[in-house]
């Protein structure tokens, strides 16, 4: 999917009518169904400020969620995200068990394998929103940057992780600002858009509005997600 396209579907960072509304999407149960994307997406949002405000509720986690959620799963939203243990997305936007169904790989490394995955949640679960989630000082994005930059080799299997981001990283290398700052951007706009390019399933879902994609970014310093556009 092209910038153009994931901007798009992508809503104002600020966010603020989102939260308003998601007074009404706060479903009291983590299999209840919560409505389309734009109210997936309020409900991730208003959670992101509970945990700003130190006002997390840490929903939907009680024995008896757990054993309701045995039978079956409904998650309301797909989190394509990093690995990074400091970015876990049940708590940076207070849901709870059965409420997002993640996916994560160090730089959010979107491959065969994370592609199947997405699709097997989009098909069975219905799941509205798919959340691409980049952060702050991401350490693959950094040891990209360090590969270009001196020519060498990232060790083991960790260079597989580099290659696949170098294509996307070493564009916007001469960009002004932070670096890695800029690279963590091109790599959220780039992994939302393979979701589109490579998946037909998911493009359609999107064309029939069932399915939005949005780009977002979480800062390490205040616990803040940001659309990205």
């Keep these: 999917m092209p910038r153009s396209d994931l901007t798009r579907h992508a809503l104002p960072s600020g966010g603020v009518g989102l939260l308003a509304a998601?007074?009404?999407?706060?479903?009291?149960a983590a299999a209840a169904p919560v409505g389309g994307p734009a109210a997936a997406l309020a409900r991730l949002l208003a959670g992101?400020?509970?945990f700003l405000a130190g006002?997390?509720?840490?929903?939907?986690?009680?024995?008896t969620d757990l054993h309701e959620l045995a039978a079956g799963q409904h998650p309301f939203?797909?989190?394509?995200?990093?690995?990074?243990?400091?970015?876990?997305?049940?708590?940076?936007?207070?849901?709870?068990?059965?409420?997002?169904?993640?996916?994560?790989?160090?730089?959010?490394v979107v491959d065969d394998?994370?592609?199947?995955?997405?699709?097997?949640?989009?098909?069975?679960?219905?799941?509205?929103l798919i959340v691409v989630l980049g952060?702050?000082?991401?350490?693959?994005?950094?040891?990209?940057?360090?590969?270009?930059?001196?020519?060498?080799?990232?060790?083991?299997?960790i260079g597989t992780i580099v290659e696949a981001l170098r294509p996307i990283v070493e564009p916007v290398l001469d960009l002004p600002g932070d670096p890695v700052d800029n690279a963590v951007r091109a790599n959220i706009h780039a992994q939302a858009a393979q979701l589109t390019a490579r998946s037909e399933l998911i493009a359609e879902k999107v064309a029939a509005r069932e399915l939005r994609i949005v780009g977002a970014r979480y800062d390490l310093e205040n616990g803040r997600v940001t659309l990205v556009r």
């Design 22 to 28: 998601a007074a009404a999407v706060l479903a009291p």
């Design 48 to 50: 992101n400020h509970r």
């Design 55 to 63: 006002h997390a509720r840490h929903p939907h986690q009680s024995l």
């Design 77 to 108: 939203a797909i989190t394509v995200g990093c690995a990074d243990s400091r970015v876990p997305p049940e708590l940076l936007f207070d849901q709870g068990l059965g409420d997002l169904f993640d996916n994560r790989v160090a730089g959010a």
């Design 113 to 128: 394998l994370m592609l199947g995955s997405i699709e097997f949640a989009v098909e069975k679960f219905g799941s509205p």
């Design 135 to 157: 952060h702050e000082r991401c350490g693959a994005i950094s040891a990209t940057i360090e590969a270009i930059e001196t020519g060498g080799a990232a060790p083991g299997h």
